[in-house]
């Protein structure tokens, strides 16, 4: 690439570093979309420095039960923001429901408010609630 910033592989803009919470993190001024390294989502999803509501952990847990979208499906692999690679879909948890995308080499990308709901997700799964 030729910028010394990630570029959105949605976008396509240079995307920001910026700290959520204790983690560094780049984002996305345009859609909101995030990408860090893998282990700073681990850090992030298991801190509760910010702790939600119990009907936040419960609309997490319904959303994990709704099956993604279909477009979520057949969208084509986004590229890297630092490699241009393909980027891997997945899912966040295996069950959670959240569609990340990840790089083996430098990081996952998620979509504007998935970082969220995979927050609300460990946390509800750490207050003893489950999806039904």
């Not at 984002?27 to 990408?35: E, I, L, Q, Y």
């Not at 993604?68 to 393909?86: F, G, V």
């Amino acid at each position: 690439m030729s910028t010394t910033e990630p570029q959105c592989p949605v976008c396509t803009v240079d995307m920001a570093p910026t700290f959520y919470e204790t983690a560094m993190i780049y984002s996305c001024p345009d859609c909101r979309g995030t990408f860090m390294p893998l282990d700073q989502l681990q850090a992030i999803t298991n801190n509760e420095t910010q702790p939600r509501s119990r009907d936040e952990h419960l609309e997490a847990l319904d959303r994990a039960s709704e099956k993604l979208p279909l477009l979520d499906h057949i969208r084509a692999p986004i590229p890297c923001p630092w490699c241009d690679e393909p980027m891997e879909r997945s899912v966040f948890d295996d069950s959670s429901g959240i569609g990340i995308d990840q790089c083996a080499a430098h990081g996952v990308w998620l979509d504007p408010g998935e970082l969220e709901r995979a927050e609300a997700w460990r946390e509800a799964l750490r207050s003893g609630l489950s999806a039904q």
